[in-house]
C-alpha cells in the first residue's frame, strides 16, 4: 500500500493506537510469510512491519538474526523477498506494510531503483536503520519521488536537536527503547524516552515503539507513553524458531500471540 494508506491508518487508530507485528520476509519460508501476515491481520494486526534479510543486521538481536538465517536457508534474496512483499500487499488489502532494509541492500541496486521497486511491491514506508540523519538526503528525494514514506530511527542517546532533525519529513518516528539491537527488556527506559520524544516532536509525527516489546503490558505501556504504533519482533521469531525446530506450522502459534498482543485501546481489555 501507498504511504496514503499509513496515513489514512493513523486517522482511523487517532487515539488507539496501532499493533504491528514484525516479520522477516522469508522466514521460514516465503510462502509461510505470507500465511503469517494474513493471519496476524485476521488476529488484529493494523499494520506490518517487514525486514529484507541481511547477513549482518547490525541492529537485530539473536532472534532476528536467526530469522535472517532461516530465510537465506530457504532461497531468499532481495528479489525474492520484494516477490514475498507484493504477495502479502496483494493478500491484505488496505493494510501498510513498514519496510526495514539495511543500507547496503539499498545501495547495491541504487537508491531510486529501490525506493521505486519497494514501493511497486506495496512497501508504504522505510525504514533504513544504519543510514543516518545528514546521510540519506538521496534517499530522502528517491522516497518522495515514488511516494513512500520515511521513516527514520531514535534511541536513548538520541539529543533532542537530533530527535527534532529527524522527525522533519518523516511520516513516523521509530523510537528504539534501548541503545543496542533487538530483543532486550526495557521497559522503564522506553517510557521515558517515548515522553521524551514526544515533547521533543510536539505530536508532528506518530511515534512507532520497538526493541524489547514481549507482552500486552509492553504494547499497553508504549500506547501509554505516546505511541502511535507498538512493534514486536524478536518474541515473534523465537515462537517461529520453536515451531520450526519441530517442525510445525507457526502459523496458529503466531496468530493466537498477535491477538492477545494487539490491543486498540489500552483502556479495553481484549476479548
Known sequence: MTVAALRARFAEAAGRGCFSPFFVLGDPTAEETVALARASVAAGASMLELGIPYRDPCADGSAIQRACQRAFAAGSTTDRALETLAAIARDCPG?????????????????????REAAAAGASS??????PLGEDAALVAAAERHAIGLVRLVGPRTATARVQASASGCVMLYVAGVQGVTGAPVAEERGRLLARVAT???GSVPLCAGFGLSSRRD?????????AVAVVGSHLAELIARCHAADESPVGPVAAAVRELAVTDPSIPNP
Open 219 to 227: 504494547v499497553e505501556d508504549a500506547f501509554a507513553h505516546g505511541a
Open 126 to 131: 522505510l525504514l533504513v536503520p544504519d543510514l
Open 200 to 202: 521533543a516532536t510536539a
Open 95 to 115: 493494510v501498510p506494510l513498514n519496510l526495514l532494509v539495511y543500507g547496503n541492500l539499498v545501495h547495491a541496486r541504487g537508491v531510486d531503483e529501490f525506493c
